[in-house]
């Protein structure tokens, strides 16, 4: 299977002039998923952490 070794960046842009902005970014960044070292990802605080524990590893 051919791989793309390339990164993207997704900007996401939420006003914070809405004091409960992050309580409803947070469903919707849940939904974000994305693929890296042949597992999947969703865009949240433990699956980043996993994410980056994985790349650690990889670059040893």
Known sequence: ????????RTFILVSPD???HLIEVK???????FYAFNA???CT?????KLGKRADNDHR
């Open 45 to 49: 605080r433990e699956e980043l952490i």
């Open 27 to 33: 469903p919707i960044l849940k939904r974000l998923q």
């Open 18 to 20: 809405n004091p409960d």
């Open 1 to 8: 299977m051919w791989q793309r070794r390339q990164a993207s």
């Open 40 to 42: 999947r990802f969703d």
